[in-house]
């Protein structure tokens, strides 16, 4: 069992700056979540993907967010001209419909920090 | 979307049992009480999952009031890496993908 993993762990960038995250889930899972979480605060859902469709993306995130799933497999996040606010864990977490109610996977997620 | 109240922190002593709370009043009939835990700059990690009935694991056990409206995880022997942060979530694969989080309950396990 590898996991779920995500690339860089950390990140530091100026603001104004792209940056871009990449999440490799399980293997035989064909549900990827994003979430983003601030100290002391729970995930917050951002977007999730079922195969390689995005069906779900929160009202919260901003023009300035984009995420893709190119053939089903991993993912990558894309934050455009970042601010300060986008400073916090990015985490990624993928699942199995198969069955119902399928746990989620989570990776150690990317601490990004906006100078 | 289905919320759950959970206490803000707890406290337990090493090798005593601890058992964290969780009230979803608004629980539909289709919602499973899942419980992750979070531990320091980690990723969020499964512990259990259930629908009506108690549940038990390698981890732990759920247990769920007969009305669902509440339901009880337990450790039964705290060991000090026990200490995290629970979340107590509703999920509903047809309906409720997303997972909605609370602040969860910090535990912490005196040695």
């Known amino acids: 069992d590898t996991g779920v993993s995500q690339d860089p762990r950390h990140k530091i960038t100026k603001r104004g700056q792209n940056v871009t995250f990449r999440c490799d889930p399980i293997?035989?899972?064909?549900?990827l979540y994003w979430y983003r979480q601030t100290l002391g605060q729970g995930p917050e859902f951002l977007t999730y993907?079922?195969?390689?469709?995005?069906?779900?993306k929160s009202r919260l995130l901003s023009d300035r967010f984009s995420a893709e799933r190119p053939k089903g497999s991993f993912s990558t996040l894309e934050i455009q001209r970042t601010e300060q606010g986008d400073s916090a864990m990015y985490l990624c977490a993928s699942s199995w419909t198969g069955g119902s109610n399928s746990p989620l996977h989570f990776g150690n997620g990317t601490r990004l920090t906006v100078t | 979307d289905a919320k759950t109240t959970q206490p803000n922190s707890m406290e337990s002593n090493e090798e005593e049992p601890v058992h964290l709370p969780c009230n979803h009043s608004?629980?539909?009939?289709?919602?499973?009480i899942h419980w992750y835990r979070q531990l320091p700059s980690q990723g969020p990690e499964y512990v259990i999952h259930g629908l009506t009935s108690n549940v038990n694991n390698r981890m732990a056990s759920l247990a769920i009031a007969e009305d669902r409206k509440s339901s009880t995880l337990i450790l039964h022997r705290a060991t000090l890496r026990d200490a995290a942060v629970y979340y107590c979530?509703?999920?509903?694969?047809?309906?409720?993908?997303?997972?909605?989080w609370g602040l969860g309950t910090s535990l912490a396990v005196n040695p």
């Open positions: 608004t629980i539909s009939g289709t919602d499973y």
């Open positions: 293997s035989e899972h064909n549900r």
């Open positions: 979530i509703l999920y509903n694969a047809g309906n409720n993908r997303k997972l909605i």
């Open positions: 993907f079922q195969n390689e469709a995005q069906l779900e």
